[in-house]
Every structure is written in structure tokens, then in C-alpha cells.
């Protein structure tokens, strides 16, 4: 059982920055592919960003390519999601969550991933 605990989050006025981080407690943590998804307040939990097990490969959601970076290191358990020129539209709970297929097939599926955190709040204020 993987246990994730994200950080970072807080309230930033738009344009600005935040970096996210994940720790989990495996110490397999490289065995596994990872993703970062949001939940506003009534809507679904929506796919921002994932990463596979090397880091080799990233994947985004159209509504942050180009402004969030998604990396991981492996040596300290942890996946990290660099924010910048942030929306009062990415306003939400941030969620990571963990992977443990050889292969990451939809890295944008909620349902493949097998381990979340708690969340942790992003407040983007206009």
C-alpha cells in the first residue's frame, strides 16, 4: 500500500507560481508511473499532468501545456508539479496519484491509477 502526501499548495495571485510536491512512502516509489489531477468545488476530477516510471516521458492537459512542468526523484520518493503563470481557473484540489502497471496505457484515466493522496489546496486569486 502506497501512501501519498502532497504539498505546496496555498494562495498565489494570478500570474504567479507554485510547486507542488508528492512524497510516498514506497520505497519502490520508481516502480510506478505517476499524475497529478484536480477537483473544483462540482465538477469532476480532472487530468493536469503524469510521468512515467523514468521520468523519460511526460504528458499534459491541453489547459496547462506550456505552463506546468510535471518531474520526479526517484532517489527521494517524489513527483513534483511546477506551476507558473497561474489562472483563477486552475483554482482547486490538487491530487497526486500512483500507478502500479508495467506500462502507463491513458496516463489521463483517473480509473488506472491505483493510489491518491489527500489533496492539497490551490487558491488562484484575479
Known amino acids: 500500500q502506497v501512501q501519498l502526501v502532497e504539498s505546496g499548495g496555498g494562495l498565489v495571485q494570478a500570474g504567479g507560481s507554485l510547486k507542488l510536491s508528492c512524497i510516498a512512502s514506497?520505497?519502490?516509489?520508481?516502480?510506478?508511473?505517476m499524475g497529478w489531477f484536480r477537483q473544483a468545488p462540482g465538477k469532476e476530477r480532472d487530468f493536469v499532468s503524469a510521468i512515467n516510471r523514468s521520468g523519460g516521458n511526460t504528458y499534459y492537459a491541453d489547459s496547462v501545456k506550456g505552463r506546468f512542468t510535471i518531474s520526479r526523484d526517484n532517489a527521494k520518493n517524489t513527483v513534483y508539479l511546477q506551476m507558473n503563470s497561474l489562472k483563477p481557473e486552475d483554482t482547486a484540489v490538487y491530487y497526486c496519484?500512483?500507478?502500479?502497471?508495467?506500462?502507463?496505457?491513458?496516463?489521463?484515466?483517473?480509473?488506472?491509477?491505483?493510489?491518491w493522496g489527500q489533496g492539497t489546496q490551490v487558491t488562484v486569486s484575479s
Open positions: 496519484a500512483a500507478d502500479k502497471d508495467l506500462i502507463l496505457r491513458t496516463p489521463s484515466n483517473k480509473y488506472e491509477y491505483d493510489y
Open positions: 514506497e520505497r519502490t516509489f520508481s516502480y510506478y508511473a
